[in-house]
């Protein structure tokens, strides 16, 4: 009775269908109760896998996976810093550390730097949780960090993409915002505004984690008013 | 940036999707060590502007692949229906206590390697088809059926529950 199968099920279930493939699930779906019920099914069962798993990328890194990236980071040729970071001490400085593998355990203490490391997870912290927090995509003027996408990842939860000093994808966890990727950002003024080489692969983050498509100026400040509920 | 420090930010998912192939989280962590170490090691194989974590997905992949067909060579008398049995009266089993393991690890691990993995990297990892595919280096086609039948396979050893 309906030509609805279960890979297209799934498919929705994995945001994988088109847009007019989906409306015509959906419509599929509030027609047949054992077809939405099958539906249901197959979003319980990715919640249950995915919240099940969830917590192992909350914990601490055990120390000898932290020891083989310090040691590896000592050893090789450093990057070097580029103009584009002058005049951006305290981006530069995070940079640094972060380059050197050398500064987890300086990060951690909340001294002002955008991410900081806590239990082995980067979080956003100072002027960055501030401006995940509070900026709205469609008026941010000329600050020094720059929110671009806002989105709904896949599983559920608000991320955000930012540029600055630091650029990357923060996504939603509790009160805060944990930093899934931190790239070398464009800075800020018109003369370091040309595309960062982070674009593509902050985009490429943004492109793995995206349920859907982003939301326009007026989800932006629905969600920054729930909270990043 | 340096390549470290690209590692560390995906660091945490690369342990989470060796905990979702392993039988428990010390096999899972000696994995990811194991695919951090060749990662490192074969860096220059890396090509920059493509995707690290996809890069490093498939690398412990294959060795986790490579470990599961030694050990299967090594064990063959598991039989492997036994994981199904105990799904779902798993309060009665003492094997419980002493095993630790969920109705979902549990469940997890009966999943053929290549549902598994499949599963493991669409539905824990958030990877989409196309991304997940070139992982496993098999043709989307390939990817979505291993997705239903590993789905299939789920629901039915972890019964309503899922």
Known sequence: MTDIDEAMLIALVDGELDEVTRRRVDRAVADDPALAERLAMHRRLRERLAGHYAPIAQEPLPDAMRALLEE??????????????RGWAVGGAIAASLVMGLGLGRLTGGEGGPIGLHDGVMVAQGDLAQALDTQLASAQGDAAIR??????????GWCRSFDGAVA??????GEGWQVQQALPGAGQGSAYRQASSSDARVMATVDALIDGAPVDAAGEGAARAKGWR | MSFEHDLLAILPRLRRFAASLSRDRADGDDLCQA???????????????TRLDSWIYRIMRNLWIDEARARQR???????????????????????????????????????DEQREAIALVLVEGLSYKEA???????MGTL??????????LIELMGEAA
């Not at chain 1, 050893?75 to 584009?84: A, D, G, H, I, K």
């Not at chain 2, 979505?144 to 396979?153: C, I, N, P």
């Open chain 2, 133 to 139: 595919a070139a992982v496993l280096g098999v043709p």
């Open chain 1, 72 to 85: 590896s980071a000592k050893v090789t040729p450093l990057v070097r810093s580029t103009p584009r970071w």
């Open chain 1, 147 to 156: 929110i671009g996408l806002t989105f709904q990842r896949k599983g559920g």
């Open chain 1, 168 to 173: 990357g994808v923060a996504c939603r966890e």
């Open chain 2, 74 to 112: 090594a064990a063959k008398t598991f039989a492997p229906a036994e994981a199904g049995e105990h799904v779902g009266h798993a309060g009665d089993r003492d094997i419980e206590a002493h095993v630790h393991l969920s109705d979902v690890d549990r469940a997890m691990q009966a999943l053929p």
């Open chain 2, 144 to 153: 979505t059926s291993r997705l239903v039948r590993g789905r299939g396979a």
């Open chain 2, 35 to 49: 695919a951090l170490e060749r990662a490192l090691k074969a860096r220059d194989q890396w090509q920059p502007g």
